[in-house]
């Protein structure tokens, strides 16, 4: 299963929230992966997630595999436009 989302939140995914987004990944049974311009990167995975460079304005799309693949998808791209609210809010 897939989704398309782009990436709101001004500064992108650095540090704090690329962190926040693999620790949600990590809660589920699905492999989950993020792909970007013909790359694909595993969303479990910090170092993969920062090399993706998911900065603001990026479509990418995130694909699940698995058990809890449609609740993986819809509580990671809900987290992605969380993101982008924390940061309004934080001003």
Known sequence: MRREVEIVN??????RPAAEFV??????????????????????SIMEVLTANLDCGARIELEAIGAD????????????????E??????
């Open 69 to 84: 693949d449609a609740e993986a998808l819809a509580q990671l791209a809900s987290l992605l436009l969380r993101f982008r």
């Open 23 to 44: 620790r949600c990944a990590r809660g589920f049974a699905s492999e989950i992966t993020i792909h970007k311009t013909g790359e694909t990167f595993v969303a479990s």
């Open 86 to 91: 924390d940061e309004r809010a934080a001003v």
């Open 10 to 15: 001004e500064l992108g995914l650095h540090a």
